[in-house]
């Protein structure tokens, strides 16, 4: 394989263009030209005359008119291009294109020589600024903006304006930024999608053009993507199936790659398979941009989902594929069918999974009950819940359980009650690994029930549904575990994203735990104080996330050139996080690192998945590099990431 890994830091000089290259120069020639290019384009990508084009014409308006979009409803041909797209090399670019390209964009940093030699001589301010004062002007436009919806539109205007600067302000504001260019706020921007939209950023792939998903690859305008996260849009967050407007995901998941990992915004690829949507809601939008269609069988999906994974091959034979937000019952399909072949893992059930097996790990630290005494209640069963349990399975087996012993501490609970192999109703494939059969014949309908049955020591939420952890849910969690014995402490994990999913908040958890409760969620809340006297006590809560595992787990994979992604791979992810907190952390009673050292974190998460990769056999890099590596220990290898990863304007 070349070299994937080599140019995160130093994308191509040939870089990408909104402007393709020197077609506005040579006018006469290149107009003809231009207008000869565009007639076989229209005849190779419709062979039609042009009453037929005329009448194609008239569909589209009747069928704007019903509120659908005749184009994209009507074509299911090969789109045939006669030509491939060009750039233009930074070093030749001058004047506007230098400023509307965000990749190349410097804002108010090109110094005097350069805004000379890039003609760029009063088409912007004289002023030269510094990164700070850059950095100072953008919070304070975010913090004039009133709702997140605001602020995130604000950001995305920046980013599509200068990379770098954008880039530098999340970076280093990630505790106030992460919540708006990911989860919560980027779950209202997938449910309004169709509606804030104005410009393209990702590829937006529809069934009905799945005869040219090469042809759709190869117009990515910048080269060698390294990463890619694809949805289908089908369940969004906690959120349901939101069709194409589900591309939000993608492109929030990619913002963290390169702001919690390091990898460069040129090298990463967000893509939305469009195959319809069951949302009624977007069907009747008029605004909606998705295909109105009702989505297709599993089996039709299947093939989409073939030709896609080979076409993404084909063209890009580097990049790493990132599953996100397939609904539960494709989700492990393809993971199955694609992680022995291809560069792929499914972030919703290795990511979670590997996410709070990390915070898991600290949590029984601190909880005082014995790892082996540990008994966990899954609310919430599908492949966010299935893969965090087996996560956890693993992690058991590791410390020497028989794996019939490690599953046996896990009970999962669904809408219909305890998921026992004789409840009466046909279990899905990915529940069958956890159905109970010592429940003596006796169903357990309500979570209470299962948690007066089973006495867990924590209880996990994944079920996208708010409030499901109630008061006397979590008392009844507290009082378990103090009849074990004095000094011990519940673990509460509601996981389900975005906020207005989450089980319950961290305000009541404190509260109906009196204080002792150790706690994660999937999005982030606020610290919680309570007055005791003229005192206040401070609670922290943790942000479960899966950002602490896929960027760097992403990274580790590109970097050791990894042929595909294996569960030592994953496990090292989550083992290595759990091992990345600091002394302070600790001290503190945190069981995730401070999300501002988040990018910490992915570099201790990328090296050892690096590791993991080399002696699982997968790594593709030179032995030679291995060998010296190990000479220096880790240090060599953390400064070999460190050199590679993207900081801007640092
Ligand atoms: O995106 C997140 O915040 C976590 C995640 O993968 C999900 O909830 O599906
Ligand atoms: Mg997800």
Same mark, same amino acid.
């Given at each position: 394989?070349?070299t994937a890994?080599s140019?995160i830091?130093t994308?191509?000089?040939?870089?990408?263009s909104s402007?393709?290259?020197?077609?506005?120069? =040579?006018?006469?020639?290149?107009?003809k030209r231009?207008s000869?290019s565009?007639q076989?384009?229209?005849?190779?990508f419709n062979p039609?005359s042009s009453?037929d084009?005329?009448?194609?014409?008239?569909?589209?308006?009747?069928?704007?008119?019903?509120g659908l979009?005749?184009?994209?409803?009507?074509h299911?041909g090969?789109?045939?291009?006669?030509h491939?797209?060009e750039? &233009?090399?930074?070093?030749?670019a001058?004047g506007?294109?230098?400023?509307?390209e965000p990749?190349?964009n410097k804002g108010?940093s090109?110094?005097?020589?350069?805004r000379?030699s890039k003609?760029?001589t009063?088409l912007?301010? =004289?002023?030269?600024?510094n990164?700070d004062t850059?950095?100072?002007?953008?919070?304070k436009m975010?913090?004039s903006?009133s709702?997140?919806i605001? /602020?995130?539109?604000?950001? *995305?205007s920046?980013?599509?304006q200068n990379?770098?600067?954008?880039y530098?302000?999340?970076?280093?504001?990630?505790?106030?930024l992460?919540?708006?260019?990911?989860?919560?706020?980027?779950?209202?921007v997938?449910?309004?999608y169709s509606t804030?939209y104005?410009?393209?950023e990702a590829?937006?792939?529809?069934?009905?053009?799945?005869?040219? &998903?090469?042809?759709?690859l190869?117009?990515?305008? =910048?080269p060698n993507p390294e990463?890619?996260?694809?949805?289908d849009?089908s369940?969004?967050?906690?959120l349901?199936d939101?069709?194409v407007?589900?591309?939000?995901? *993608?492109?929030?998941?990619?913002a963290?790659?390169t702001?919690?990992a390091?990898i =460069?915004p040129?090298k990463?690829?967000?893509?939305?398979?469009?195959?319809g949507?069951?949302n009624?809601?977007?069907?009747?939008?008029?605004?909606y941009?998705?295909l109105r269609?009702?989505?297709p069988s599993?089996?039709v999906?299947?093939e989409?989902m073939?030709?896609?994974?080979?076409?993404a091959?084909?063209?890009?034979?580097?990049?790493l594929?990132q599953f996100?937000d397939?609904e539960t019952? /494709?989700?492990?399909?393809?993971?199955?069918?694609y992680?022995?072949?291809y560069?792929?893992?499914?972030d919703?059930i290795?990511?979670?999974?590997?996410?709070?097996?990390?915070?898991?790990i600290g949590?029984?630290?601190l909880?005082n !009950?014995p790892?082996?005494?540990q008994?966990?209640?899954?609310?919430?069963a599908g492949s966010?819940?299935?893969?965090?349990?087996k996560?956890?399975v693993?992690?058991?087996t590791?410390?020497?359980?028989?794996?019939?012993?490690?599953?046996?501490k896990?009970?999962l609970?669904?809408t219909?009650?305890l998921?026992t192999?004789d409840r009466?109703d /046909?279990?899905p494939?990915h529940k069958?690994y956890f159905?109970?059969?010592?429940?003596?014949?006796h169903?357990f309908r309500?979570?209470?029930?299962?948690?007066?049955y089973?006495?867990?020591?924590?209880?996990v939420?994944?079920?996208?549904?708010f409030?499901?952890?109630?008061?006397?849910?979590?008392?009844a969690?507290?009082?378990s575990?103090d009849a074990?014995?004095s000094g011990?402490?519940p673990?509460?994990?509601?996981?389900?994203?975005?906020l207005?999913?989450?089980e319950?908040?961290?305000?009541?958890? !404190?509260?109906?735990?009196?204080?002792?409760?150790?706690f994660a969620?999937? *999005?982030?809340?606020?610290?919680?104080?309570v007055?005791?006297g003229d005192?206040?006590?401070t609670?922290?809560p943790n942000?479960g996330?899966?950002?602490?595992?896929?960027?760097?787990?992403g990274l580790?994979?590109?970097l050791a050139?990894?042929s /595909?992604?294996?569960?030592e791979?994953?496990?090292?992810?989550?083992?290595s996080?759990?091992?990345?907190l600091?002394?302070?952390?600790?001290q503190?009673?945190l069981i995730?690192?401070? &999300?501002e050292?988040?990018?910490d974190?992915s570099?201790? !998460?990328?090296?050892e998945?690096?590791?993991?990769?080399?002696?699982?056999g997968?790594s593709m890099?030179p032995e030679?590099?291995?060998v010296?590596?190990?000479?220096?220990?880790?240090?060599?290898l953390?400064?070999?990431i460190?050199d590679?990863?993207?900081?801007?304007?640092?």
């Open positions: 394989m070349a890994g140019d830091s994308p191509r000089s040939t870089s990408p402007v393709f290259s020197g077609r506005s120069s =040579h006018t006469s020639v290149a107009s231009l000869l565009l076989r384009r229209q005849s190779a039609m009453v084009i005329a009448s194609i014409e008239q569909r589209m308006k009747m069928a704007a008119l019903d979009r005749g184009y994209a409803q009507d299911y090969e789109v045939k291009q006669d491939t797209t750039y &233009i090399p930074k070093s030749a001058g506007y294109q230098v400023l509307r990749l190349w108010l090109f110094t005097p020589e350069e000379v003609n760029l009063g912007i301010p =004289h002023a030269m600024e990164t850059q950095v100072e002007r953008c919070m975010i913090r903006r709702t997140p605001d /602020k995130y539109l604000y950001l *995305s920046l980013k599509s990379l770098d600067l954008f530098r302000v999340l970076i280093d504001n990630v505790r106030d992460m919540p708006l260019v990911y989860t919560p706020t980027i779950g209202d997938c449910l309004q804030l104005t410009r393209p590829l937006y792939i529809s069934i009905k053009q799945r005869k040219s &998903i090469r042809t759709i190869r117009n990515w305008p =910048h990463i890619c996260v694809v949805t849009g369940r969004i967050l906690g349901g939101l069709g407007n589900g591309v939000g995901i *993608s492109i929030g998941k990619l963290l790659y702001g919690a390091g =460069h040129e990463t690829l967000p893509i939305v398979l469009d195959a949507t069951a009624e809601d977007n069907l009747k939008d008029p605004l941009l998705g269609a009702k989505r599993l089996d999906m299947q989409f073939d030709e896609f994974m080979e076409a091959r084909d063209v890009f034979p580097e990049m594929i996100e397939f019952e /494709k989700a492990f399909n393809y993971l199955s069918r992680r022995d072949q560069r792929c893992f499914n919703d290795q990511g979670t999974g590997a996410v709070v097996l990390g915070g898991y949590a029984v630290n909880s !009950v790892l082996d005494d008994r966990l209640v899954f609310m919430g966010a819940g299935v893969g965090v349990a996560q956890m693993e992690y058991y590791r410390r020497g359980l028989s794996e019939q012993a490690a599953k046996d896990f009970w609970v669904d219909k009650g998921v192999w009466g /046909k279990l494939e069958k159905a109970r059969s010592d429940n003596n014949g169903q309500t979570l209470e029930e299962v948690i007066e089973v006495r867990p020591s924590a209880l939420g994944l079920t996208a549904t409030g499901v952890f109630t008061e006397s849910v979590v008392r969690l507290k009082a575990v074990g014995g011990r402490r673990i509460l994990f509601p996981l389900s994203n975005p207005t999913k989450a319950c908040t961290f305000e009541q958890a !404190v509260q109906w735990t009196e204080g002792t409760v150790i969620s999937g *999005s982030p809340f606020s610290p919680f104080a007055k005791s005192a206040a006590v609670y922290w942000q996330n899966n950002v602490y595992v896929f960027p760097g787990l580790g994979a590109i050139k990894a /595909k992604i294996t569960d791979m994953v496990y090292m992810s989550a083992a996080l759990a091992e990345s600091n002394a302070e952390e600790i503190k009673g995730y690192p401070r &999300i050292r988040v990018r974190a570099l201790v !998460v990328a090296r998945v690096m590791k993991a990769a080399r002696r699982e997968v890099l030679e590099q291995w010296e590596w190990e000479e220096w220990g880790d240090v060599a953390t400064k070999y460190k590679r990863v993207y900081d801007p304007l640092k």
